[in-house]
C-alpha cells in the first residue's frame, strides 16, 4: 500500500543561466527552508548548500571527486543529504556535455545501489531533483514537489525521503 504524502507544485522559473542544471530560484529556496544541521550535498555542481559538497569537477565544490568514490570510503552520518544527479534525458551526449563526466547517474544501476546503501547507514533526510521519484527501504515519501519547467522540457521532481527505519543490513 502506498503510503499518503504531501505533494505541491514549483511554477516554472528561470535559472540563473550560470551552470547548466543550476537550481531555479524556487527549487533552491525551498531546499533551504527545509534543511538543517549536518549537509551532504552531492552532485553539487555550483551550488553552496551544505557543509560538504561533491562534484566531479565544479570549484564551488568542497571535494571534486566521484560520488562512487566518495561514497565508498566516507563514514560520517548527515542530517540531509540533498542531490541533483544528472538525469538519463534526450540528447544526453549534447546536455551532459558541459560537466567533468558525460554518464547520467540516473542509468547507472551500480552507482544507485551503492547511493541507496549509503544513505540508509548515513542519512535521516534526502532531498532528491530527478526525473524519477525514488523511494528507499528504511525511508518514507514525505512530501514531493513537481517542479514545472514551461515550454517542453521535462517535468522534474523534488523528493523529500525521511527515514522511518535503520534496516538491517
Ligand atoms: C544537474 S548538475 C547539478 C547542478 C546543481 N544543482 C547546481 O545548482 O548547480 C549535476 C552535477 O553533477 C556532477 N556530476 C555528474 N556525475 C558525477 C559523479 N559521478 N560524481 C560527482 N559529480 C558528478 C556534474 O559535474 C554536475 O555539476
Known sequence: MVRKFEMDYLPP???????????PPNVDIVIRRLVGGRILHLFSGSSLIGEERIDIEHRNATK???????????????????????????????KLSDYGIKTAA??????????????????????????????IKGFYRKKLWLVLTGGFHTVRVLSWLKREMRPLL
Open 13 to 23: 522559473s528561470a535559472t540563473t543561466g550560470e551552470y547548466p542544471g543550476a537550481f
Open 106 to 135: 540516473s542509468s547507472d544501476v551500480a552507482l544507485r545501489r551503492a547511493m541507496k546503501r549509503y544513505f540508509q547507514e548515513h542519512t535521516e533526510n534526502i532531498l532528491w531533483l530527478d526525473i524519477c521519484a525514488p523511494v
Open 64 to 94: 571534486n571527486v566521484n560520488v562512487k568514490d566518495f561514497i565508498a570510503s566516507d563514514n560520517r552520518n548527515w542530517d540531509w543529504t540533498v542531490m541533483d544527479p544528472p538525469y538519463q534525458i534526450v540528447s544526453a551526449d549534447i
